[in-house]
């Protein structure tokens, strides 16, 4: 069995509090946030702020706790040229009044700055008892798998781990290594729908970030990759929705269209 979350980027603007609500109401378990604002044009000007408001994050507690809904993951932890992950100190520790059990990486660096600090952020996370999945990508730094597990055997952390997005899964490596990779390593999985190939590195970029599909109505051979998932392991729906949003389609809408997709294709493996 796998645990259904929603991911913040799904519903991205939407007020935390409200977010959670929906989520549990669409039959989530788990549910992911945001350390910071992110690029996305349909979000408010001044986005709340779970570091910098502690009325924020109690109030987001306090949801959490009523609704029977966990943080399964914290995005937005970049490793960037001229920053230090050790500025992430104060935020793990701010992050722990939420319960959260993990965070995600990405890296925008130089591979070797990316692997030295990855290994300090894996530190730092295992000393919180919180796990670090990163991200493979094709327009980051660690654009594929292969690049992944070398950056796994140079880091040497076991607190490092792997997140599987499957529109990067898909268009990237993934099943060709995915018989490489110790299903252990494997830590969350992040689930939307689209064409198999992208027209362009600027049109991937602003689909993964805009426009996904609710699972079932792309290209990607989504039973197949869940299906080589560790048992277990939670499944989250990152499925912004630009053009369902433009026809009209509310917050509940597109969570409802999200986790039932992300159920059906669970049922099919």
Do not use: W
């Not at 910071?36 to 109690?58: K, M, Q, T, W």
């Not at 109030?59 to 809904?69: E, F, P, S």
């Not at 969350?188 to 970029?205: F, H, K, M, N, R």
């Not at 599909?213 to 729906?237: N, Q």
């Amino acid at each position: 069995m796998h645990p259904i979350g929603l991911e913040y980027l799904t519903l991205y603007g939407t007020h935390p509090v409200d977010y959670i609500r929906i989520a549990a109401e669409a039959g989530c378990s788990q549910v992911s946030l945001f350390t910071g604002p992110v690029a996305v044009p349909e979000s408010p000007a001044h986005p709340p702020s779970i570091l910098d408001d502690p009325g924020l994050r109690r109030d987001i507690r306090a949801a959490l706790d009523g609704h029977g809904i966990s943080v399964s993951l914290v995005e937005g932890f970049l490793v960037s040229p001229g920053h230090s992950v050790a500025a992430y100190d104060r935020t793990l520790d701010l992050l722990a009044e939420l319960g959260a059990s993990r965070i995600n990486a990405i890296s925008f660096d130089a591979l070797d700055r990316t692997v030295d600090e990855l290994g300090t952020l894996a530190e730092m996370t295992a000393a919180r008892g919180v796990t670090l999945t990163m991200e493979p990508c094709p327009l980051f730094t660690i654009d594929s798998f292969a690049c992944a597990l070398d950056i796994v055997r140079d880091v040497a952390n076991p607190n490092l781990k792997l997140l599987v997005d499957t529109l990067h899964f898909c268009r990237s490596d993934g099943f060709a290594m995915i018989d490489r990779i110790d299903p252990a390593l494997i830590d969350y999985v992040q689930i939307c729908d689209g064409p198999l190939v992208a027209s362009s590195p600027e049109a991937y970029l602003d689909e993964a970030l805009y426009d996904r599909l609710p699972p079932g109505e792309g290209e990607l051979p989504l039973a197949k990759v869940l299906g080589r998932m560790p048992d277990g392991v939670t499944v989250s729906a990152e499925t912004p929705m630009r053009r369902r949003r433009h026809a009209g389609f509310n917050d509940a809408q597109i969570a409802g269209l999200a986790v039932e997709g992300t159920r059906k294709v669970l049922e099919a493996v």
